[in-house]
């Protein structure tokens, strides 16, 4: 089992940034990729960024070149630096961690999803 827990979302001028931050814990060592997608009304769920245990980094079109994902030292975490910030990110921005058992079984694990408002 696998828990994460978001933060730093909020509301924010257009042009501005935001932090998000994505924790794990329980069976940590079992995470391979993580992620951030999000969802806005009435919209399916995006990919918006993905990362490897190795480093290698993933963008949706729309967010390449103001969006950086990172990953801590100990891939524990994973935050989404977001710059210059626009009413069409408007979401709930939600943090996912795929995690594969020693026998080779792999599950998705989802946080709880936190708002990110842009709007003056």
């Known amino acids: 089992q696998v828990q994460l827990v978001e933060s730093g979302g909020g509301l924010v001028q257009p042009g501005g940034s935001l932090r998000l931050s994505c924790a794990a814990s329980g069976s940590i060592s079992g995470i391979t990729s993580m992620a951030w997608y999000r969802q806005a009304p009435g919209k399916q769920r995006e990919l918006v960024a993905s990362?490897?245990?190795?480093?290698?980094?993933n963008y949706e079109d729309s967010v390449k070149g103001r969006f950086t994902i990172s990953r801590s030292n100990a891939k524990t975490a994973v935050a989404l630096q977001m710059n210059s910030l626009k009413p069409e990110d408007t979401a709930v921005y939600y943090c996912?961690?795929?995690?594969?058992?020693?026998w080779g079984q792999g599950t998705a694990y989802w946080g709880q999803g936190t708002q990110v408002t842009v709007s003056s």
């Open positions: 990362i490897t245990r190795g480093g290698s980094t």
């Open positions: 996912k961690a795929w995690y594969i058992a020693y």
